[in-house]
């Protein structure tokens, strides 16, 4: 029997609590116990991150943070403008390496590079975050 907490990728993660998939880029947004992970929790002990762009919320309770795992629009400026509907909706931030293994890296890189084929702007961004080009994955 599969858990659910084995069904989100980030539940290895240091001070891991728990995450739910937005109805807005289907992507995890995760909620983590700040002082076990070892973040500032100047901001609030309890921390929600948009996967999908990399947006932080900081919050001073768990309840809070619960509750702001289904309402990402309220804290990530980039889902807001999703769910706006906005025309101005800027490309997700790139997670270079969560598989672990060589072969893991290896299928990554191709599945990113065949995401930016033909488009320079994706292309840079491939170039920053994983520090090759993409052509020499292109099958």
Known sequence: MTTRRALCPHADDVGYVSSRRSALTNQFIVLYDGSAAGMDVAKGRW??????HGTMGFHRTRVLGREALRAAATWCEECGKIAAGSDEIPLPVIRPFRLKTPEGKEHELR???????DNPEKTRLFVEAFGVKPDSYWD
């Open 47 to 52: 921390c929600t991150i948009c996967t999908a």
């Open 111 to 117: 599945f990113w590079a065949k995401k930016v084929r």
